[in-house]
T-cell receptor, first 112, second 118 residues
Framework: GQSLEQPSEVTAVEGAIVQINCTYQ??????LSWYQQHDGGAPTFLSY??LDGLEETGRFSSFLSRSDSYGYLLLQELQMKDSASYFC?????????????WGLGTSLAVNP | DTGVSQDPRHKITKRGQNVTFRCDPI?????LYWYRQTLGQGPEFLTY????????KSRLLSDRFSAERPKGSFSTLEIQRTEQGDSAMYLC????????????????FGDGTRLSIL
């Protein structure tokens, strides 16, 4: 089967750094994406890793290790507005299987 | 760029009725995706289009579900003979894909249609 695992909840304080891990098990791998979703809102794209290493976009960074089937999202200088759910999503499968497989999401609560 | 828009935002209907949702993607985007999301879960892939061609359907998409994108622009998702288990948020997303870069391109989501089956 194909699955993604990420923590269900993370709590942190303003200004802190938090890391959200994602491990995946898929038949075939074609990249790891991260999305943010506020309550009642639409998912919004944060980052994509197709190759091993770190991608940095402002306060957010994402890392991928394909040999470990593992990635993480790093959020720095946390702000209250970062309170949201964060999803990792993998394009897995082979042949014509082009679907994105999503994790269950990590609910991040940023406290003052 | 007016973003992805979905209509209606909310739909309440009785079990057994048919419902149809509409999605207008970002105008120059050639790929359009439909997802379903329930509380506490990640989006669940249903189907996607490249221009007007429906290239993949999830096994989760029963015969009661049908999607179209007749002119490669807007898309509709119809659910026939709705059941309680169809209650969910139905999300549409679009992306612009060139060549082989497909799945690295961000998907832009609409605000969704929340379906409630009584």
């Amino acid at each position: 089967g194909q699955s993604l695992e990420q923590p269900s909840e993370v709590t942190a304080v303003e200004g802190a750094i938090v890391q959200i891990n994602c491990t995946y098990q898929t038949s075939g791998f074609y990249g790891l994406s991260w999305y943010q979703q506020h309550d009642g809102g639409a998912p919004t794209f944060l980052s994509y890793n197709g190759l091993d290493g770190l991608e940095e976009t402002g306060r957010f960074s994402s890392f991928l290790s394909r040999s470990d089937s593992y990635g993480y999202l790093l959020l720095q200088e946390l702000q209250m507005k970062d309170s949201a759910s964060y999803f990792c999503a993998v394009r897995g499968g082979g042949g014509n299987n082009r679907k994105l497989i999503w994790g269950l999401g990590t609910s991040l609560a940023v406290n003052p | 760029d007016t973003g992805v828009s979905q209509d209606p935002r909310h739909k309440i209907t009785k079990r057994g009725q048919n419902v149809t949702f509409r999605c207008d993607p970002i105008s120059e985007h050639n790929r359009l995706y439909w997802y379903r999301q329930t509380l506490g879960q990640g989006p669940e892939f249903l189907t996607y289009f490249q221009n007007e061609a429906q290239l993949e359907k999830s096994r989760l998409l029963s015969d009661r579900f049908s999607a179209e994108r007749p002119k490669g622009s807007f898309s509709t998702l119809e659910i026939q003979r709705t059941e309680q288990g169809d209650s969910a948020m139905y999300l549409c997303a679009s992306s612009l894909v060139r060549g082989q870069q497909g799945w690295s391109q961000p998907q832009h989501f609409g605000d969704g249609t929340r379906l409630s089956i009584l």
